[in-house]
């Protein structure tokens, strides 16, 4: 294994050039979904017949996020401060924070990190016997500096150290030791751990057994890691430690046993939400803002509806039917007082402020289904929507980009706006469509028919049936799916796509994301084959498609080089 112990907090700036570079070799990116039907049994019995062979796509250099730093110090150090929490913000793609194209560093965020470092280190030494056991009057100082550096290193870097690696971490404690005393040569030595690239980065650089297709077995020490990460958001336990100095993540079967083992644990919980909050873009509603005078009382509402949405979505997850079909079907929510009231849900004048489930029962005047499943939640409708009115544009985007994995353009430079559009007597919808007849007619034929389904939702998620004192339009056409038609409103647009492959496919797509920390290349075709062929049909289990990413080729093996 190629070591870097000369890198110090700023050499990393350098280094995490790798990660953006090693994605962009391919100017290929597989971004199509499911296409048209869902094609016969015969079709897809073929598409999952796999051969011996083995080819994963890349392996990119993956620094830990702000949420996994805060977590792996916890869990190393049992420090619980979140230090990560005052570095600069994370960029993100698909609504992800850890996608590889993003995670250069820049000064600024060396200069933290550094700090980081040094702090966290001052901390654990006041504290050590909590992270290691030695006797000093008995053993001396330097057999437990040097048990100390070969322990705490081990979990620091999530693998054994090489023998260059505790020399040199010995002569930086010799150092510190020097010009303090022995416990200021371990701090010296924990600040040079947690400023290294091998804590900072999820280095994959040894060679394993070599697969037919240029496939190579990661070791069972990366193994632990990439299932740590994954499934934890934070470092292996014991546990996977265990198992990895035993050779028993080599194969499948054992990765699929650790799985089991871990999705019990309560930092799954933690870890699943990360990936759902970046899926739905739920960033953006904890950064929305409206105008407090057309909707007064938005602002105290929005950690409500935050809690509404991972109420629902991890009781769909975790509970006993955890499929696609009950995502966009749900015919009840979790609501408090506040939100209830807020949002005119049936019941609020009963309600306290402790979150229950209330059902989605028609309401208003019509009698008709106001809510069904994830996509008319009020945070989701709220977040991708404007200060002072909804956007079908943004929500027909959102619903586009992540629910059917479709890649679409910005407008182009020189399109009038579509507040240019006299407003004065026109709904939404109706100013829209006056919009598209000038410009962009391409995109918004895409956009418009899905962004109107739900222009029943104002900008702050509450349901209306008129808009200036005109009954709203939500009726649109789906096309160029393998659920098209006509649909009245939002209600029946989620039960489409509660029967949609395609959907099921993207999710399948945007979990691989998520998981391998970049977007699908041409070489990841077979693994994504390989994710999609247990998520088909309206049984297809969410917490199943958790397990199944760990399964494929580009989890288990790397590029060989």
């Known amino acids: 294994m190629k070591?870097?112990?000369?890198i110090t907090a700023f050499g990393f700036v350098s280094l995490a050039a790798c990660s953006g570079s090693i994605e962009g070799t391919s100017g290929r990116t597989n971004t199509g979904g499911?296409?048209?039907?869902?094609?016969?049994a015969e079709e897809k019995a073929s598409a999952c017949n796999f051969s011996n062979d083995v080819v994963p796509g890349a392996s990119p250099l993956r620094r830990l996020t702000k949420s996994e730093y805060n977590n792996t110090v916890a869990d190393l150090l049992g420090d619980t401060s979140d230090p990560a929490s005052a570095f600069p913000p994370e960029s993100r793609v698909h609504g992800f924070d850890n996608h590889v194209s993003t995670q250069t560093v820049t000064y600024t965020l060396a200069d933290y990190l550094f700090k980081s470092a040094e702090q966290l280190a001052s901390r654990a030494?006041?504290?050590?016997?909590?992270?290691?056991?030695?006797?000093?009057a008995k053993l001396g100082e330097t057999p437990c500096a040097e048990q100390f550096v070969r322990g705490f290193g081990a979990r620091a870097f999530r693998r054994p150290l090489e023998a260059a690696e505790q020399t040199s971490l010995l002569d930086t404690y010799q150092k510190g030791?020097?010009?303090?005393?022995f416990k200021n040569g371990l701090r010296l030595a924990i600040t040079r751990m947690l400023a290294s690239p091998h804590f900072l980065y999820r280095p994959e650089l040894a060679e394993g057994e070599r697969k037919s297709n240029g496939g190579v077995a990661l070791t069972s020490y990366e193994v632990a890691s990439r299932l740590s990460y994954l499934l934890w958001g934070s470092m292996p336990d014991q546990t996977l430690f265990d198992a990895a100095a035993k050779g028993e993540l080599a194969t499948a079967k054992q990765v699929s046993d650790q799985v089991s083992r871990m999705l019990d644990n309560p930092k799954a919980k933690v870890a699943i939400k990360r990936f759902y909050s970046g899926w739905l873009m739920l960033d953006k509603l904890s950064q929305s803002a409206k105008d407090e005078k057309l909707f007064p009382g938005y602002g105290v509402v929005v950690p409500s509806m935050m809690e509404e949405i991972s109420r629902l979505m991890d009781d769909v997850i975790w509970g006993n039917d955890a499929t696609v079909t009950k995502l966009f079907k749900t015919d009840y929510t979790f609501a408090n007082r506040d939100l209830a009231t807020f949002v005119g849900l049936s019941g609020a004048s009963t309600m306290d402020k402790t979150f229950q489930k209330v059902a989605l029962s028609p309401q208003g005047p019509s009698g008709a289904q106001q809510r069904m499943g994830i996509l008319t939640s009020p945070g989701l409708l709220a977040a991708q929507s404007k200060p002072q009115e909804s956007s079908p544009v943004l929500r027909g985007r959102f619903v586009l980009e992540q629910m059917l994995c479709m890649e679409l353009p910005l407008p182009p430079a020189g399109v009038p706006p579509v507040e240019a559009v006299d407003s004065s007597a026109l709904t939404t919808r109706e100013r829209f469509e006056k919009h598209a007849e000038s410009a962009c007619a391409s995109c918004h034929k895409f956009l418009d028919p899905i962004g109107f389904a739900f222009e029943s939702y104002d900008a702050a998620g509450r349901f209306r049936e008129t808009e200036k004192g005109k009954p709203i339009n939500t009726s649109g056409t789906l096309g160029e799916t393998d659920v098209d038609g006509a649909f009245k409103n939002a209600v029946e647009l989620s039960d489409r796509f509660a029967r949609s492959e395609r959907v099921r496919a993207c999710i399948a797509k945007q979990w691989f994301r998520f998981a391998m920390?970049?977007?699908?290349l041409d070489d990841d075709e077979r693994g994504l084959r390989q994710l999609g062929c247990g998520f088909q049909g309206q049984n297809a289990n969410l917490r199943s498609l958790l397990g199944a990413v760990t399964q494929t080729d580009a989890f288990l093996y790397k590029q060989a080089k």
């Open 125 to 136: 030494i006041t504290k050590l016997d909590t992270l290691y056991s030695c006797d000093v």
């Open 177 to 181: 030791r020097q010009t303090g005393d």
């Open 3 to 6: 070591t870097a112990f000369g």
């Open 34 to 40: 499911a296409k048209g039907g869902a094609g016969g």
């Open 517 to 520: 920390g970049r977007n699908e």
